[in-house]
Nanobody
Framework: QVQLVESGGGLVQAGASLRLSCAPSGRTFGARAVAWFRQAPGKEREVVGS????????YYHDSVKGRFTISRDNFKNTVYLQMNSLAPEDTAVYYC?????????????????WGQGTQVTVSS
């Protein structure tokens, strides 16, 4: 059973940057898309972005376009979320998830394996 492990969260000030990492334990992602989701207190979980296996296909939520970048290193079996110009509204628990196919998607139902999440807190 593959498990996903996120790392890189923390407490930063507005305007700072963070890079989150996601790696599967014991296995590879396979030829699957990987997405980042987030859930803020009192809000529903929402997609941040997704990346296909080759890295050429990406999707971003409008709220993070131009600030966040998803990338993957298939040799290192790791997916990254580079977050720049962080704002207090980016505060949330960030989750990575493995897709059921190589297609990027914003739908949670298109992802079958989820990590435990990493907390990102942005102070004003």
């Amino acid at each position: 059973q593959v498990q996903l492990v996120e790392s890189g969260g923390g407490l930063v000030q507005a305007g700072a940057s963070l890079r989150l990492s996601c790696a599967p334990s014991g296995r590879t992602f396979g030829a699957r898309a990987v997405a980042w989701f987030r859930q803020a207190p009192g809000k529903e979980r929402e997609v941040v972005g997704s990346i296909g296996w080759s890295g050429s296909a990406t999707y971003y939520h409008d709220s993070v376009k131009g600030r966040f970048t998803i990338s993957r290193d298939n040799f290192k079996n790791t997916v990254y979320l580079q977050m720049n110009s962080l704002a207090p509204e980016d505060t949330a628990v960030y989750y990575c998830a493995r897709g059921t196919s190589d297609s990027v998607s914003s739908r949670q139902s298109d992802y079958d394996v989820w990590g435990q999440g990493t907390q990102v807190t942005v102070s004003s």
